[in-house]
């Protein structure tokens, strides 16, 4: 029999990688959508035409319940939400009620029509925050510095709850951050990549960033996308940090970025103080020994590999636009 899934989120960087791989699996996917004046299927619109769209919204609990019902999937990725870190410090209310509220909205759902589908909340390091211990594992104690990683840090343990309470398959993956040409421009990595292709290219000429210094363990999404998968196929749901377990500073992300197109970035960046947050975090380091030993997970990709992928399709990107 096909199993089905339920993906919230479908439109964002991990929800296009995570339907094709569940596509290539034989899954049937439904992707849930909320109503936009315009249409943003960017991410999907090369697999539009083999998943089922369905339209609803976390902040409504009818929509939810509606899908399952109609749908009835066997798995539910709970991808969708507010996740931009910056944009939670202006709108914190707005983000707990997505972030937060919406995974509760989603466990509710599943609890009143089907307590047996399967779920994969989209956990992440930001929960971590002011680290307490290095390298971070399952077990380190979260310290969470940004209205987005309280709103994280909530959604976590509203999933283990309803794992305690009611006896549900759900899990809670910590993923580290994850990045591609898909990622939404204004996160670093792409800022920077894209900033590096534009400037080689003599579309812009500088790069204004934030806190240089901060540290990110960062990976490569599709990767990521597979321990999702992975987690929601055990016989026990448990927890999982996933990482690579090397980190880089946003200092030597420039370096390694502008190097790709022979720049020297030290004469491009400048610290602009909008780009700076209100609280950071500083260092994040995943240590990702139980995914790598239960789930058989292992990163397949480099930072200088993916950051060199991701400078090359902004690049192949910008002189299609330019007509370069
Ligand atoms: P994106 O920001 O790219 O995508 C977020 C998705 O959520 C979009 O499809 C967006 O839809 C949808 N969404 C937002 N609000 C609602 C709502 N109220 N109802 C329904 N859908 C909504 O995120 P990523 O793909 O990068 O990340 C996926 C998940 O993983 C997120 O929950 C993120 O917080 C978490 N995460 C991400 C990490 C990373 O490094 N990428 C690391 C750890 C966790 P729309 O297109 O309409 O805006
Ligand atoms: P993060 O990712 O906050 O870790 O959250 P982001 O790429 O936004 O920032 C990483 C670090 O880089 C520093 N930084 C800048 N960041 C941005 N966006 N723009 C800048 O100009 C800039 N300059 C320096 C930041 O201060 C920060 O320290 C991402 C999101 O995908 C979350 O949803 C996810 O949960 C976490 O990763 C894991």
Not at 167 to 175: A, E, Q
Not at 250 to 275: I, K, M
Not at 299 to 316: C, G, N
Request: net charge neutral.
């Amino acid at each position: 029999m096909t199993k089905r899934v339920l993906v919230s989120g479908i439109t964002g960087q991990d929800g296009g990688y995570l339907a094709e791989y569940l596509l290539e699996q034989g899954y049937e996917v439904i992707g849930m959508v909320r109503r936009t004046s315009t249409i943003n299927f960017e991410r999907i619109q090369h697999i539009q035409d083999k998943i089922c769209i369905v339209q609803g919204d976390l902040l409504d609990q009818v929509s939810l319940i509606d899908i399952l019902r109609e749908h009835r999937p066997d798995e539910v990725y709970n991808l969708a939400a507010q996740s931009f870190v910056p944009t939670s410090f202006k709108q914190p209310v707005l983000t707990g009620e997505f972030t937060a509220l919406g995974v509760t909205r989603m466990l509710e759902a599943i609890r009143i029509v089907n307590p047996q589908i399967r779920f994969y909340q989209a956990s992440s390091s930001e929960m971590f925050g002011k680290v307490q211990q290095v390298p971070q594992t399952e077990k380190t104690p979260f310290y969470p510095r940004s209205p987005y990683g309280v709103a994280k840090l909530y959604g976590h343990w509203i999933t283990v709850n309803y794992r305690e309470s009611y006896n549900m398959f759900t899990v809670s993956g910590i993923l580290f951050n994850h990045e591609s040409p898909r990622r939404g421009l204004e996160f670093v990595t792409h800022k920077v990549t894209y900033h590096a292709a534009k400037i080689a290219l003599g579309l812009a000429d500088k790069l204004p960033l934030g806190n240089l210094d901060s540290q990110r363990d960062w990976g490569w999404a599709p990767d990521y996308v597979r321990a999702m998968h992975l987690m929601l196929q055990q016989d026990h749901p448990e927890d999982y940090v996933i990482a690579t377990g090397r980190t880089h500073s946003v200092r030597r992300l420039c370096e390694v970025a502008f190097g790709c197109v022979d720049l020297d970035w030290q004469r491009y960046v400048y610290v602009n103080p909008n780009d700076l947050r209100p609280a950071d975090v500083d260092l994040l380091i995943g240590d990702a020994s139980k995914a790598r030993k239960v789930l058989g997970w292992e990163p397949s990709v480099t930072f200088e590999e993916m950051i060199e992928r991701m400078v090359q399709a902004d690049l192949a990107a910008l002189k299609k636009a330019h007509h370069l």
